[in-house]
């Protein structure tokens, strides 16, 4: 057996051995690449190109954005603005059947932007918005479909800390990636929102709640209109060239920061407990970004993509059957792993064939977010579809059952977003990004 093929067998064993037997993702990747390395270099030049991968994958400038971005989406998940972007949102659709659940889709979306975290926002709109729609006689099942089918749209709409990753990895310009983001994910808010004027036109309990007045809505939406504007002066800051991806995160932070003590909804000694919330989610990050890079170096060593490039050439040539084998993949991996370490683990394989079609890794990184944030409502260890059933005082298995018609419009809108090159590039295209 030569030495790719030993490293390819030692890995890719490795690995499911591992996750058969519980272990962690990160520490199934890390120790099977790990072993690898050691198998085909010795125990001592493994382990040490084994800690040189580690550091080369962490030694990044671009990567700094991550935690700062993480620690800004605990401040405003602790800082008062959860509640004004859900008066923002109803004072958009409070006029349409079935508001209230209209508006927790409307607010996930802002939130979700604006902290970059599908959990985040299920958690911190869901607990305000599942006591209302119980109140108004909204079914409990029916509510955490809601809130948890919108969720995610939050992590196409930037910042997004998956998008950063996927950047990392294939080399794509992260301003590009951040703007493709957008019509994805106000589609996905916006399918979610047709499901529920659908089914708010067959049941009468879904009634119309009615709206604010003009007065009113105007001091909602003045006293959302601030943390609103932090996606105005992120993204508009990066695009404008004031700061880097980098910087803009440091500016998220520091806008965060000084708007939830404006609300008074933070206080310093909160701020420790803050911190280290924010510190246990990026050291989980980095360190699954360190050890894929370990894996990298094996997956490259063992010319493992390119093996996989022949395979899927073998199934078929045609990119179109390629590209719907490629999203099953992905929606298959999305029920059973997170997506970070799905992105640093299946992008690597999936970028060289794509692209060997004349896909935009833009266009593709899209795609990929796209696809596996559905994994993360879907069973069986989709966070976001426990979080949502927990808020929510409902079970799993009955939350999932009320999403299906939320998973059949979503999947729809994946096709498109597929097959639909200009739904992810023509805005990055516009500004002149790619």
Avoid at 28 to 56: I, K, Y
Wanted: aromatic content about 8%; charged content about 5%.
């Amino acid at each position: 057996m030569d030495a790719a093929a030993l490293a390819s067998l030692v890995l890719v064993g490795g690995i499911l051995v591992l996750l058969v037997v519980g272990a962690p993702v990160s520490i199934a990747v890390g120790l099977s690449s790990t072993a690898a390395m050691c198998a085909v270099l010795g125990v001592e030049n493994g382990l040490l190109t084994a800690a040189q991968q580690v550091f080369r994958g962490i030694n990044s400038f671009p990567l700094l954005a991550i935690p700062f971005f993480v620690l800004a989406g605990v401040v405003m998940n602790n800082g008062g603005i959860a509640l004004r972007l859900v008066n923002a949102a109803k004072v958009l659709v409070g006029r349409t059947p079935g508001s209230l659940a209209q508006t927790n889709v409307a607010a996930n979306a802002l939130f979700g932007s604006v902290s970059g975290s599908a959990v985040a926002a299920a958690a911190a709109v869901g607990s305000t918005m599942t006591p209302l729609q119980a109140k108004e006689g909204y079914d409990r099942n029916f509510a955490a479909a809601v809130n948890i089918a919108s969720a995610p749209s939050g992590m196409l709409i930037p910042p997004s800390n998956l998008v950063i990753v996927y950047s990392l990895v294939s080399s794509s310009s992260i301003a590009a990636l951040f703007v493709a983001g957008y019509l994805p994910g106000i589609a996905w808010a916006l399918v979610c929102m047709a499901i529920v004027f659908l089914i708010a036109r067959r049941r009468p309990e879904l009634r119309y709640t009615g709206g604010l007045g003009i007065a009113a809505s105007a001091r909602v939406v003045l006293a959302a209109v601030p943390a609103l504007l932090l996606i105005v002066i992120v993204i508009g800051g990066i695009l404008a060239g004031f700061f880097t991806p980098t910087e803009a995160s440091v500016v998220a932070v520091v806008y965060s920061l000084v708007l939830a003590f404006a609300y008074r909804a933070l206080r310093v000694r909160q701020l420790p407990s803050i911190l280290m919330d924010a510190t246990r989610t990026t050291a989980v990050v980095m360190f699954l970004i360190g050890v894929s890079s370990i894996m990298g170096f094996v997956l490259s060593f063992a010319q493992i993509p390119a093996a996989v490039a022949e395979a899927m050439f073998g199934i078929s040539t045609n990119p179109v059957v390629l590209l719907l084998l490629i999203a099953v993949v992905l929606l298959v991996v999305g029920c059973f792993m997170d997506p970070t370490p799905a992105v640093l683990i299946f992008a690597p394989i999936f970028l060289p064939v794509v692209t060997s079609f004349g896909i935009d890794p833009v266009h593709f990184g899209i795609m990929m977010v796209f696809n596996l944030c559905i994994g993360t409502i879907t069973p069986p260890v989709g966070p976001v579809l426990f979080v949502g059933a927990k808020v929510a005082g409902v079970s799993i298995e009955s939350a999932a059952r009320s999403l299906l018609p939320f998973f059949a419009a979503i999947a729809v809108m994946l096709v498109v977003v597929i097959f639909t090159p200009g739904l992810s590039l023509w805005l990055p295209t516009a500004l002149g990004l790619l």
